[in-house]
């Protein structure tokens, strides 16, 4: 983005015109075909809540939409606006095959590759697949962010639009909370095969998540279950 916006006209636009365009497609995860058809009047960017609408034509669903904006988007999206009728377009685009020229062209002058490791870093990637594996990465919930990409299921969200490159699965994994200690193997069993009166509380615990939410006090549940001999049931439970 700083890479175009210092560059000179490149296929028609400014530099100013093209750090805009890349800039919104990665803070909303719009497609070329919606930002290309996007006009003034689908954008509300002094509400309470700041909106994109994508009007039926525009989507590739052809179903209409309505996105919130981050601040992010609107202090982009705010100067392409002065001036210009509600009807006017908001973005001036060039043919298909010169965006994807103009995309090369800034991400050579960013010293950024194109292509690695047979994935291409075309227009789609750079905004759209950028913006799904971002949510992902800051913890988004998966419904969510099915809505801020407007598909109409989560299995394409989950499929094609996270990078699992990008997210902490070991990190991720060591904050579920463990619901027991484990039970040493020096505790005493009586003759029965339970375990000794002494043992069968303070063996168990639970331990809380970072909000300090049991996770269904799971620990305390099955403390309460190997407290009682076999063939009782505590009816409070």
């Known amino acids: 983005i700083e890479a175009a916006r210092s560059g000179s006209v490149s296929y028609g636009l400014t530099g100013a015109e093209r750090a805009a365009l890349y800039g919104t497609t990665a803070a909303t995860g719009c497609r070329a075909g919606t930002l290309r058809g996007l006009e003034v009047g689908d954008l509300d ?3 309470a809540t700041p909106i994109l609408r994508i009007r039926a034509e525009n989507a590739k669903n052809r179903t209409e939409a309505t996105i919130p904006l981050a601040p ?4 982009i999206l705010r100067p392409m ?11 001036r685009f060039p043919s298909r095959k010169n965006l994807a020229e103009m995309l090369k062209t800034d991400l050579k002058r960013a010293g950024i590759p194109y292509e690695l490791d047979g994935r291409y870093l075309d227009f789609h990637a750079a905004g759209r697949v950028y913006f799904g594996s971002q949510l992902a990465k800051n913890r988004v919930h998966p419904k969510v962010a099915q809505m801020l990409l407007t598909h109409k299921t989560i299995g394409q969200t989950m499929k094609h639009y996270t990078q699992m490159e990008i997210l902490d699965l070991a990190g991720d ?4 909370p463990i619901p027991m200690a484990p039970i040493p193997a020096a505790v005493a069993v009586g003759a029965g095969g339970s375990i000794g ?11 809380s998540s970072p909000e300090g939410v049991d996770v269904l006090e799971s620990g305390h ?7 009682f001999p076999e063939g009782q049931t505590n009816h409070n439970l």
């Open 72 to 75: 992010s988007a609107v202090s």
């Open 221 to 227: 549940l099955l403390a309460s279950l190997l407290a």
């Open 45 to 47: 960017l002094d509400s």
């Open 81 to 91: 606006l002065e001036g210009k009728t509600p009807k006017a377009k908001v973005f």
């Open 173 to 176: 994994a060591a904050k579920v």
């Open 197 to 207: 009166q002494e043992d069968r509380w303070d063996r168990f615990s639970t331990d």
